[in-house]
């Protein structure tokens, strides 16, 4: 299953958005891969999809899948940057977030210690 927010709900007359990327397990085998766009102190959902799985990492290629369409949603005058946890770290992947010039946060796990 997918989804996407009306188009109406994607305008901001905005600079700059972040994508807030999450992905969660949602009932049994399943889990849910999400985008949102945050501008103005909160965050809208934009995007997602529900598919079958263990509770093990989503697959880039699921990923880039899922997140091509997104890119062709963003306004090209709109300056866009990625966000999202270790699950979303893999190398295709950041390097197809920078083929677009998008920069991209990674949050470390709580548990790690900086130096």
Same mark, same amino acid.
């Given at each position: 299953?997918? @989804? ?10 905005? #600079? #700059?958005? =972040?994508?807030?990327? $999450? ?14 766009? =945050? !501008? ?6 934009? #995007?997602?999809?529900?598919?079958? @799985? ?6 880039? $290629?699921?990923?880039? #899948?899922?997140?091509?369409?997104? =890119? ?11 966000? @999202? $946890? ?11 977030? @920078?083929?677009?010039?998008?920069? !991209? ?11």
């Amino acid at each position: 299953m997918v @989804g996407t927010a009306g188009e109406g709900d994607c305008q901001t007359d905005t #600079a #700059a958005v =972040a994508l807030v990327i $999450d992905s969660r397990k949602v009932g049994f085998n399943h889990h849910l891969l999400s985008v949102g766009m =945050a !501008f103005k102190k909160c965050t809208r959902p934009l #995007a997602w999809s529900v598919y079958q @799985g263990r509770k093990e990492q989503s697959r880039v $290629d699921k990923q880039l #899948a899922f997140f091509k369409p997104v =890119a062709n949603m963003m306004p090209s005058a709109v300056e866009i940057s990625g966000v @999202g $946890d270790t699950e979303f770290q893999s190398v295709r992947l950041l390097r197809w977030f @920078g083929s677009l010039n998008w920069p !991209f946060i990674i949050r470390p796990q709580g548990k790690i210690t900086m130096l």
